[in-house]
T-cell receptor, first 115, second 112 residues
Framework: DTEVTQTPKHLVMGMTNKKSLKCEQH?????MYWYKQKAKKPPELMFV???????INESVPSRFSPECPNSSLLNLHLHALQPEDSALYLC??????????????FGQGTRLTVV | KQEVTQIPAALSVPEGENLVLNCSFT??????LQWFRQDPGKGLTSLLLIQSSQREQTSGRLNASLDKSSGRSTLYIAASQPGDSATYLCAVLIQGAQKLVFGQGTRLTINP
């Protein structure tokens, strides 16, 4: 099973709303990632969790708040977003054993529209 | 700063042709290189992973090569089919970090 599952697939939210994106994998991967992708652009890294601890924050605005409740789940909490935050949000995971990092597997993404 | 470039940006070929997609990177200190395909509005599907110590990987009609010293990788697709139409992205994993740096992608169209 090489599946990363993201919910919801589509989300429309107002600028005053609070919502959460969810990501789940059961491959035993200990590294999990959030990427943001704008139309016709490559994905851009937002956050990395390694062994359930935040290891990289690419200077993401605080209106995006990641959470890793356990080794299989990754959440992205959204609050007071701006229309320019509309994008495809991708979750990924990879195996990490010591210095060995395996292939990254991506979910199908959540298409977020901020109105 | 690592930069990844993919050439060409778009490619249209008739069905059945063999084709090569190119990827170059500026810093040879990479951990691995991965090729993905992305269909419109969808997530990324991993195609091939090449570790920095490897020269090539094969999966079915796909073959990816890596020349780390020259900062180049190619993805060879044999006997192309309309179902191969998608955007192909290469990404390098920076050594000492858990960050994938992506190229801009090649949008491939296979015409029946």
């Amino acid at each position: 099973d090489t599946e990363v599952t993201q919910t919801p697939k589509h989300l429309v939210m107002g600028m005053t709303n609070k919502k959460s994106l969810k990501c789940e994998q059961h491959m035993g991967h200990r590294a999990m990632y959030w990427y943001k992708q704008k139309a016709k652009k490559p994905p851009e890294l937002m956050f990395v969790y390694s062994y359930e601890k935040l290891s990289i924050n690419e200077s993401v605005p605080s209106r995006f708040s990641p959470e890793c409740p356990n080794s299989s789940l990754l959440n992205l909490h959204l609050h007071a977003l701006q229309p320019e935050d509309s994008a495809l949000y991708l979750c990924a995971s990879s195996q990490e054993r010591g210095r060995r990092i395996g292939a990254a597997f991506f979910g199908q993404g959540t298409r977020l529209t901020v109105v | 700063k690592q930069e990844v470039t993919q050439i060409p940006a778009a490619l249209s070929v008739p069905e059945g042709e063999n084709l090569v997609l190119n990827c170059s990177f500026t810093d040879s200190a990479i951990y691995n290189l991965q090729w993905f395909r992305q269909d419109p509005g969808k997530g990324l599907t991993s195609l091939l992973l090449i570790q920095s110590s490897q020269r090539e990987q094969t999966s079915g009609r796909l073959n990816a090569s890596l020349d780390k010293s020259s900062g180049r990788s190619t993805l060879y697709i044999a006997a192309s089919q309309p179902g191969d139409s998608a955007t192909y992205l290469c990404a390098v994993l920076i050594q000492g970090a858990q960050k994938l740096v992506f190229g801009q992608g090649t949008r491939l169209t296979i015409n029946p």
